[in-house]
């Protein structure tokens, strides 16, 4: 009985779970490797084809589906895996950089946050339920650390390097976005809707995605 469990389950292409230390041990084999080294790769293309500018959002702000790879390689290979792919996806991403590097970082932050969160939860419930759930849980984490991060350092930085005036930024957002009138409520209602947008369409595509593909990298382990 526990035998055709098992098949289902791996025929519906839901992962089993594994603890902390088996996913360190996991990603140190060569297999592992180039699937991470892949699936970064993978992510870094989907940043750079697939670039969607957001009206009510600042024009260096354009919704990717580069946090794909890593939501399907979270769930499939473990939160560590996960983190693994978005770092190398951004370090390619360091070469093409149009923000002196603090793009990318943002970039992992939040994506790392999305991934995380929701690869920890689904690993903790490995059904459609758990990733949903954790899909769910994963963009409301992730918009809220973009809103952080981006008040308090992200933005200050990246406006200090090109020698951007916030102010007029929150100004000329404002034209199009009514609800903007000055920096907190470019935050509020530009970038947190922006990055809740980006992720609920990346939770779309990993949902419909992940059980065709993850049979793939189970079956090459």
């Known amino acids: 009985m526990e035998s055709n ?15 902390f230390m088996q996913q360190l041990k996991d990603v140190t084999r060569i297999r592992s490797i180039v699937k991470i080294g892949a699936l970064g790769a993978l992510g870094f293309l989907l940043m750079e084809l697939f670039q969607i500018p957001m009206p009510f959002a600042p024009a260096f702000m354009k919704v990717d589906f580069g946090d794909v790879p890593g ?16 770092l190398v996806k951004n370090i390619l991403k360091l070469f093409t950089s149009e923000t002196v ?7 992992l932050i939040v994506g790392s946050t999305f991934v995380l969160v929701s690869s920890i939860i689904y690993r903790r419930s490995h059904n459609k339920k758990g990733a949903i759930v954790g899909l769910i849980v994963g963009s409301l984490a992730m918009s809220c650390i973009a809103v952080l991060s981006n008040t308090f350092f992200i933005f200050p930085a990246y406006a200090a390097a090109i020698k951007l005036d ?11 976005n009514g609800l903007v009138s000055n920096y ?8 947190f809707p922006f990055n809740l947008v980006k992720t609920l369409l990346e939770s779309v595509v990993t949902f419909l995605l992940y059980k065709r593909i993850s049979p793939i990298l189970h079956s090459w382990s």
């Open 101 to 107: 590097g603090v793009g990318e970082l943002s970039n």
């Open 184 to 191: 907190m409520t470019l935050m509020l209602f530009s970038v």
């Open 166 to 176: 916030l102010d007029v930024l929150a100004t000329q957002i404002g034209a199009a």
């Open 71 to 86: 939501l399907i390689g979270g769930f499939a290979m473990g939160p560590v895996a996960g983190f693994l792919i978005q």
């Open 5 to 19: 469990n098992s098949a289902t389950k791996k025929v519906r292409g839901w992962a089993e779970p594994k603890t």
